[in-house]
């Protein structure tokens, strides 16, 4: 079993609505979470990265975290077409250091349809 | 602002041949990794180094080495390349010390490598 888990979707989405996205994750010692964008073919991007339990905003995204159920969501406002992508959950184990690699989900791919 | 720089952009190698990867990070940030992406999967972390000395490590084939220099750029080695080889190497770079800590990775374009 994959440490990180996430629906490969694809998961449609009428413009304007709300992109829900989900990911669980099974390492207890996981510290850090991250959401990154990918459209094909091009590097990753941070969309939002979040380290304690609860919500966090920023613009149209927001991250939800629950440490006890191993659960991290994005929440995509007012969807647009440009944010049609795949979208990577990440995770970071402390393991002492500060340079700690990330486990990555397979990714959920998004379509926002017009 | 300034991003992640990686050279080259694409590459084409032979099987058995050898193939160096160049990685220049964000300014004031010293800490690299390198993550490996094959056809529709996601990335894999093969190594992180901070301060010159690899920090953190993955998946990296024995056949790979990096290292991290004095202005914290950085360099994947890869010989007796295999098809298998054939995936986009990126390379992200954060802070991990100093008064402004910024553990967040921030990626670069990737290079391409082909293998035939």
């Known amino acids: 079993q994959k440490e990180v888990e996430q629906n490969s979707g694809p998961l449609s989405v009428p413009e304007g609505a709300i992109a829900s996205l989900n990911c669980t994750y099974s390492?207890?010692?996981?510290?850090?979470f991250f959401w990154y964008r990918q459209y094909s073919g091009k590097s990753p991007e941070l969309i939002m990265f979040?380290?304690?339990?609860g919500d966090k905003e920023d613009g149209r995204f927001t991250a939800q975290l629950n440490k006890a159920s191993q659960y991290v969501s994005l929440l995509i406002r007012d969807s647009q077409p440009s944010d049609s992508a795949t979208y990577l959950c990440?995770?970071?184990?402390?393991?002492?250091?500060?340079?700690?690699?990330?486990?990555f989900g397979k990714g959920t791919h998004l379509i926002i349809q017009p | 602002a300034a991003g992640v720089i990686q050279s080259p952009r694409h590459l084409i190698k032979e099987k058995r041949e050898t193939a160096t990867l160049k990685c220049y990070p964000i300014?004031?940030?010293?800490?690299v990794y390198w993550y490996q992406q094959g056809p529709g999967q996601d990335p894999q972390f093969l190594i992180s180094?901070?301060?010159?000395?690899?920090?953190d490590k993955g998946s990296i084939p024995d056949r790979f080495s990096a290292q991290q220099f004095s202005d914290y750029h950085s360099e994947l080695n890869m010989s007796s390349l295999e098809l298998g080889d054939s995936a986009l190497y990126f390379c992200?770079?954060?802070?991990?010390?100093?008064?402004?800590?910024?553990?967040?990775?921030?990626f670069g374009p990737g290079t391409r490598l082909t293998v035939t």
């Open positions: 992200a770079s954060s802070r991990s010390s100093g008064k402004v800590v910024v553990y967040e990775q921030y």
């Open positions: 390492d207890r010692g996981s510290q850090s």
């Open positions: 979040i380290y304690s339990n």
């Open positions: 990440a995770v970071r184990v402390y393991s002492g250091g500060g340079a700690d690699g990330l486990t």
């Open positions: 300014p004031r940030h010293d800490t």
């Open positions: 180094f901070y301060e010159k000395m690899q920090s």
